[in-house]
């Protein structure tokens, strides 16, 4: 049976209810430190996963005075920008959109500009419906593929949507807006929370250490399990109760999401040892970024109704749960991520050995003190 279309909803082409344009081709020799006065250039790798902005501390700079031949590239309030190229291996940003409240960005290239047209398209409407699952899914369809995957201007401006009269889609994203407010301020509230533990940390077991303290290595406390190398034709397009959790499900700041990127099987059966249980810490050990964001970074099995599996390259940690909060501490430290960057094996892809984890050492501070923590 088909989808009925709700009343006052139409069918029509992207590039019929917003303008299209593509960034600016800057040379990396153009490129500056950061001062008053300068731009940041916006590239694919600021748009984040499942859409929004993201800062990675390794920005470029343009010289604001050179930028005056290069004004039509720069953003203006409720501009959306699109990620347009993709590594072929592991498509994650493809697709998806940032959306500018006011601030102010040169476009480079492979980001696109759109500019909702008022009166038949609101921006921030926008923003949801393109990075909405079946969207995202539409739009990568269309992707040309070759070392790397590419939109192109054509495909974008005729991808197809469904959308309401424009008071309608006013009321949608006012009303999506004020959950996404709602999850920014509590995404606030946890990131605080986190750094207060990392400087609890840092304080009890890094400045005030105890020489008494029994030197480790991890590989004392810890054992380390590897997922399955599931294949492709086991997973399924449907969305399941049986989740992997692979590489693409970890965040760089530390943790575990399954809004994009999550794989799943449609027969589980024989594969129960790879089994996860809610609160099981798991570990990253490959990555694909230029700049090894991910490797060795830890997140915690959700406790919900899925069933999750563990993956080639992700490796479950299995440890005495007073150590708990102090490995995930630990993990999430610049120290021990300097640890993982320096020994894994650099190709294509960074990769982590078991060694490289069970070498690292620690001085144990005890039972009590854990506890205490």
Known sequence: MQNQIPKNWQKVKLGEVADFQNGYAFSSGDFVKKRSNTLPVFKMGNIKLGGGIQWTGKEDYFPQNKATNLSRFITEPNDLLMCMTDMKGNVKLLGYSAYIKNEKFLVNQRVGRLKAKKGLADSRFLYYYLNSPRYIAYIRSTAHSGVQVNLTTEDIKSSPLIIPAYDEQLKLAHILSVFDDKIEVNNKIAKTLEEMAQVLFKEWFVKNGNESWKIKNLGQILTLKHGYAFKSEQFTANKTKNVVVRMGNFQEMGGLQFSDNTFYLENPDGYERYILKPGDMVMIFSDITREGRLIGNVGLIPNDENTYFLNQRVAKIDYDQIYKYFLLCLFNSKLFHQHCL?????????????????????????KDLLDKF
Not at 348 to 363: F, R, S
């Open 342 to 366: 320096a020994r894994a094996d650099s190709a294509t892809v960074l990769n982590l050995k078991n060694e490289h984890i069970l070498e690292y050492q620690i001085a144990d501070p005890g």
